[in-house]
């Protein structure tokens, strides 16, 4: 049966990243279609070759992040010539170096828009390619510290917290995803490339959106409130009779009166404190004991499926186990594939959450072994002899 092919096909994209933000721009690019060729140090490759967990010795992490995507190795030192042969080649390119890097080398857009002018440049950094902070070294971490969503992110009484997942690095790649993408329609449409510059705190500024209108339009600083929500209330966790939690969103004042009626409150519709949705931002701290009482004589599968037959937002709050074996989330929807790996046999890995009702995003092929695609590409895309690939071997070039 013929592979379906994906809404990038035809799409070169020339992956020098490493790590997270920047693999996992050219891991959407490559569900959708693209043939990313992913360029890794020869001997060593992408830092996450060694990073858990790990299956016979081959990193989950790797595995996950670069599915799709074929490997080459190249040292850029001793390879410039190779390498501009392949952004000639190249749709897009995309790198996650330190600001400054690319332009050591003597490979900075500037230089390589000489070579490709329709070349779509993606770079993702900490703070950009521009600014005082530029040549600052980022990470998810940082770009969380910096964004200010560590500092509304926990318990009132509690330190700043982390996001438990690397919200900064994935939001990073799907913003230069975006980037790239528009860019190369542009490129297409005028022969004229460009430079995409994402930086991880600039991702998350902009992820704070409404948080940030708290200071800049009301003036009040926010501050950690747990897990309410600054903007509609009551909007948080709640336990129930089992010991669990489940979340209830009353985003409205139409599902603060379902609540309402449904607890056996329904004088709570028009108390001038819970009344509309701004009294009840004001009176969190008093209502949510109110629904907290109400929700403790529930358990949590009867609570959840009592408010969803009355159509209000609730959901169990899931481990990353029920996650995994959820009808809707990984049956339907299939955000959990098994794959085959010819080194390691059967995985599972983290599907593509972009359904396309024509060319389906996905899988299609494991990440590459170690400089795996080298003849393929070299050979092939580049049309170098037998002679001159096995010459870069010998020096080092690959």
Not at 52 to 80: A, C, D
Not at 243 to 258: E, R, S, T
Request: aromatic share 8%; with cysteine; hydrophobic share 35%.
């Amino acid at each position: 049966m013929e592979q379906q092919k994906g809404a990038l096909e035809g799409v070169v994209v020339l992956d020098l990243s490493r790590v997270l933000a920047g693999p996992y721009c050219s891991m959407i690019l490559s569900d959708m279609g693209a043939e990313v060729i992913k360029v890794e140090i020869p001997g060593t490759g992408d830092d996450t070759r060694g990073f858990p967990p790990f299956k016979e010795g081959k990193s989950g992490y790797f595995m996950n992040m670069n599915r799709n995507k074929k490997g080459i190795t190249l040292n850029l030192k001793k390879g410039k010539e190779v390498f501009l042969d392949l952004v000639k080649k190249a749709d897009i390119l995309i790198e996650n170096y330190r600001p400054g890097t690319m332009e050591k080398l003597g490979l900075g857009y500037e230089e390589l828009k000489k070579v490709n002018p329709k070349l779509v440049y993606g770079c993702i950094s900490g703070f950009g390619h521009y600014g005082p902070y530029s040549k600052r070294p980022g990470y998810d971490i940082v770009g969380q510290a910096m964004s200010g969503i560590m500092s509304v992110t926990g318990w009132p009484d509690g330190e700043a917290t982390r996001a438990g997942a690397p919200v900064s690095d994935t939001v990073a790649g799907i913003s230069l995803t975006a980037g790239v993408l528009a860019a190369l329609h542009y490129a297409e449409r005028t022969g004229i490339g460009q430079k995409v510059d994402i930086a991880l705190v600039d991702s998350l500024v902009s992820v704070m959106q409404i948080i940030n209108q708290i200071y800049l339009i009301g003036g009040r600083l926010p501050g950690r409130t747990g897990n309410a929500y600054e903007s509609t209330a009551p909007y948080d966790t709640f336990p129930t009779k089992d010991g669990q939690h489940v979340v209830i969103g009353v985003a409205n004042d139409k599902f603060w009166k379902q609540l309402c009626e449904f607890m056996g409150k329904p004088e709570l519709i028009t108390d001038p404190e819970m009344a509309k949705n701004g009294d009840r931002v004001r009176n969190r701290d008093k209502i949510k004991p109110i629904v907290e009482e109400w929700t403790k004589t529930q358990t949590a599968e009867e609570l959840v499926s009592k408010l969803l037959e009355i159509g209000l937002p609730t959901a169990p709050i899931y481990n990353v186990k029920q996650v995994t074996e959820d009808p809707h989330i990984a049956g339907a929807r299939e955000m959990f594939i098994e794959i085959e790996d010819p080194e390691v046999g059967k995985i599972k890995v983290t599907n593509s959450h972009i359904k396309m009702s024509e060319t389906k995003a996905g899988f299609r092929s494991p990440a590459p072994m170690l400089g795996q695609h080298n003849e393929e590409i070299y050979g092939g895309l580049l049309g170098y002899s037998p002679e001159r690939i096995r010459e870069m071997k010998e020096n080092g070039t690959i």
